[in-house]
Nanobody, 126 residues
């Protein structure tokens, strides 16, 4: 059974940095798509960033380009999201997701991922 467990959420002031982690248990694909999504209260879920673990190709939504970095540690089946220059609009619950395949940015735009974590809350104060 696949389980994704996020950690690293918390409160940070605007301009600060935070790194989220997502540990994958029971997910043994060496090459797959992994991604981060977020959902703010009263808003639809938004794809933030995706990575193809096979070659490290990444894709980002426009609002986080240049501020967020997605990365992975394949040996430890762990996904990361480094968030810099935070703004209050980044406040949301953040979820990691996984899907076998390689068209990761397309999956991100459609939200088409099979496995999801429970989420971790991130709050940015001004």
């Amino acid at each position: 059974q696949v389980q994704l467990v996020e950690s690293g959420g918390g409160s940070v002031q605007a301009g600060g940095s935070l790194r989220l982690s997502c540990a994958a248990f029971g997910y043994t694909y060496s090459s797959a798509c992994m991604a981060w999504f977020r959902q703010a209260p009263g808003k639809e879920r938004e794809g933030v960033a995706a990575i193809y673990t096979g070659d490290g190709t990444t894709g980002y939504t426009d609002s986080v380009k240049g501020r967020f970095t997605i990365s992975r540690d394949n040996a430890n089946y762990t996904l990361y999201l480094q968030m810099n220059s935070r703004v209050p609009q980044d406040t949301a619950s953040y979820y990691c997701a996984a899907e076998a395949g390689r068209h990761c940015y397309s999956y991100l735009l459609r939200g088409d991922f099979r496995y999801w974590g429970q989420g971790t809350q991130v709050t940015v104060s001004s």
